[in-house]
């Protein structure tokens, strides 16, 4: 008998990744969440029963091998929106140490497509992975060459993913400007609170984990009236 649907949402520990996770929570969903911030991610998500918390960097392997054994054997859903931001402030690509663009890339691209190539297997036709992305990844704004080619190939790959996987619904999802810690790091000492909260980017991810839409690229501000 099937039971309660099952996803994974990683970065979970504040911002766009627990604001998505409550939802899912609230929905009837058991979620296995992760975050760098231990402290942070089991204080936020203390009380939801249906919440596992699983501390822990997502370009880990054993800590990916963790969540993947916790969400069990059929995932219904799978969010990859942990991701690091790099130096602040970013520093042009010509002066970018090569060290610090790994841990990005390993954060960014890495991580998530190692914790798809568990999670692939454990999905049945008609399960949903949302790679959360940005318009960093197909503008070319100065001096955001780490992070913003890391997204890039981050969204190329969840389209190669989405051809390979037609069964599946594969999305990058570009949720717009959010008032959250990353992207006040992403702009030290400016007034970031005229940006929307993280809240309002989720009914978006809803209307595509909910929905039927076709596999592909969709911002999060274009989706909440979008019929499913």
């Known amino acids: 008998m099937r039971g309660m649907p099952v996803g994974i949402v990683t970065g979970?520990?504040?911002?766009?990744?627990?604001?998505?996770?409550?939802?899912?929570?609230?929905?009837?969903?058991?979620?296995?969440?992760?975050?760098?911030?231990?402290?942070?991610?089991?204080?936020?998500?203390?009380?939801s029963a249906n919440v596992t918390a699983i501390p822990g960097d997502v370009a880990d392997a054993e800590h990916r091998r963790a969540l993947v054994e916790a969400a069990g054997d059929q995932i219904d859903l799978v969010v990859n929106n942990a991701s690091l931001l790099g130096p602040s402030p970013q520093p042009a690509l010509a002066d970018y140490p090569l060290d610090t663009l790994r841990e990005v890339y390993d954060a960014n691209v890495f991580g998530p497509l190692a914790l798809l190539q568990l999670t692939l297997p454990r999905m049945r036709a008609g399960a949903?992975?949302?790679?959360?992305?940005?318009?960093?990844?197909?503008?070319?704004?100065?001096?955001?060459?780490?992070?913003?080619s890391s997204k890039a190939a981050l969204e190329q790959l969840t389209a190669i993913l989405a051809a390979e996987h037609p069964a599946l619904r594969v999305y990058w999802v570009d949720p717009g400007d959010m008032r959250t810690q990353m992207h006040q790091e992403a702009y030290p000492g400016e007034d970031i609170s005229d940006r929307p909260p993280p809240e309002q980017?989720?009914?978006?991810?809803?209307?595509?984990?909910?929905?039927?839409?076709?596999?592909?690229?969709?911002?999060a501000s274009e989706l909440a009236e979008v019929p499913r």
């Open 12 to 47: 979970a520990s504040r911002g766009l990744g627990l604001a998505l996770a409550g939802e899912l929570d609230e929905r009837g969903w058991r979620v296995v969440v992760d975050a760098r911030g231990g402290d942070a991610l089991v204080e936020a998500t203390a009380g």
């Open 128 to 148: 949903a992975v949302l790679n959360i992305t940005s318009d960093a990844g197909v503008e070319p704004y100065e001096g955001w060459g780490g992070y913003g």
């Open 201 to 219: 980017s989720v009914p978006g991810l809803l209307a595509l984990i909910d929905g039927s839409l076709p596999s592909g690229r969709y911002r």
